[in-house]
């Protein structure tokens, strides 16, 4: 947590500007500077701007909590959510950028939406039965180990900065980045979900999926909700191999 030192500082803001509306006009860095208030995040800041400099910034916030996932951007260079930075864990100068590999909306406005609600559908992101479901039926009981797995891969708030902070998603588009994985280990690990293993490892292993990656780990040191990534590749590499050796089922409590 930055410490409230309370010395006044100017910070000056670089911010990335284009409207991809107005193609005829070239993207630029502009400059503004505002004066740094105490707890100050860049949520606070950018609506300072907006409100007293420029009302045609474009940026998104929706909760202020980082739960909404709406305002991830580049900060010096590197994914993070406007609403969780603080002014006063960063230099007096703040390049801001919008998070690469999505659509671009207008400055710091990116189309997460798009990404994310394509890649649940390449990776049937719900639960698969067989049977018809039944409305009326009692919920079964989980095993609580289990059920404490699938809440933390639950957690991801679809921010997009694993996958901006990503190399390997910055080159190729269809790369399913930490979040798509883990959105495959969520499912994998539900004991309601009654998909075939040849249909998981379909998805998960080949260039676009687990065996894609190339382990370095920025999106684990990204991730704002702390999200165990690093376990999800190690359970979704485990559940691959055993699907060779064996009938590919393990205790999904063990990931
Ligand atoms: S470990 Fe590296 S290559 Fe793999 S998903 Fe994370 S950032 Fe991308
Ligand atoms: S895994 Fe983390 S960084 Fe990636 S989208 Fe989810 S919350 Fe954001």
Not at 134 to 161: H, Q, S
Not at 175 to 203: C, H, K, Y
Request: proline share 5%; aromatic share 10%; hydrophobic share 40%.
């Amino acid at each position: 947590m930055a410490e409230n030192t309370n010395k006044a500082r100017t910070l000056k803001f670089d911010i990335f500007r284009y409207n991809p509306a107005e193609p005829e006009k070239a993207p630029f860095m502009q400059r503004f500077e505002i004066e740094e208030a105490p707890y100050m995040s860049l949520f606070l800041a950018l609506n300072q701007i907006r409100e007293e400099q420029d009302s045609s910034l474009q940026f998104d916030f929706v909760c202020r909590s980082a739960v909404c996932g709406s305002c991830g951007m580049m900060v010096n260079g590197r994914p993070a959510l406007g609403c969780q930075t603080l002014t006063a864990d960063l230099p007096d100068t703040i390049a801001l950028h919008p998070l690469p590999t999505f659509g671009l909306i207008g400055d710091l406005s990116v189309d997460t939406g798009r990404w994310f609600r394509g890649m649940v559908e390449r990776v049937n992101g719900w639960i698969v039965r067989q049977d018809e479901f039944d409305r009326t039926a009692l919920e079964a009981p989980m095993d609580d180990k289990i059920a404490e797995k699938i809440y933390e891969a639950d957690r991801c708030i679809e921010c997009g900065c694993c996958v901006a902070g990503c190399g390997v998603a910055n080159v190729r588009p269809d790369f399913l980045g930490a979040t798509g994985l883990n959105r495959i280990a969520r499912f994998m690990m539900d004991p309601r979900d009654e998909r075939a293993q040849e249909s998981w490892f379909e998805v998960v292993s080949d260039a676009e999926g687990v065996f894609g990656c190339i382990g370095m780990m920025a999106c684990d040191d990204v991730c704002p909700k702390d999200l165990p990534l690093l376990e999800v590749y190690s359970y979704i590499r485990r559940k691959a191999v055993a699907s060779i050796f064996s009938d590919g089922k393990d205790n999904p409590a063990k990931l």
